[in-house]
């Protein structure tokens, strides 16, 4: 059965860091492309970083260019820094066969496999 399992949530003030793990289980996720989404109460998910299948690309919310990195090794990582309040939320990590890059990759859609999520809360 394939798994992908989001760790690293918590509690933090504003101003702190946070790091999200994400580790796969059942397949091999190294030629896929990877994401974070995030859910706050009340709200849609949203995009927040994606890596392209080869790696090579990089891609983020304007909400959290500059604060968040994501990355990639056996693993997808996302590096939070200078947290917000309005960065509480549920983190979910996804993995996409997909080829493709750019905007599409900005979508659910093409994310074929979704972690169980992770909460992330900022306190102000």
């Known amino acids: 059965q394939v798994q992908l399992v989001e760790s690293g949530g918590g509690l933090v003030q504003a101003g702190g860091s946070l790091r999200l793990s994400c580790a796969a289980s059942?397949?091999?996720?190294?030629?896929?492309?990877m994401a974070w989404f995030r859910q706050a109460p009340g709200k849609e998910r949203e995009f927040v970083a994606a890596v392209n299948w080869i790696g090579s690309s990089t891609y983020y919310a304007d909400s959290v260019k500059g604060r968040f990195t994501i990355s990639r090794d056996n693993a997808l990582y996302l590096q939070m820094n200078s947290l917000k309040p309005e960065d509480t939320a549920v983190y979910y990590c996804?993995?996409?066969?997909?080829?493709?890059?750019?905007?599409?990759?900005?979508?659910?859609?093409?994310?074929?496999?979704w972690g169980q999520g992770t909460q992330v809360t900022v306190s102000s």
């Open positions: 996804a993995a996409s066969s997909t080829l493709g890059s750019g905007s599409y990759l900005r979508s659910p859609r093409p994310y074929d496999y």
């Open positions: 059942g397949r091999t996720f190294g030629s896929y492309a």
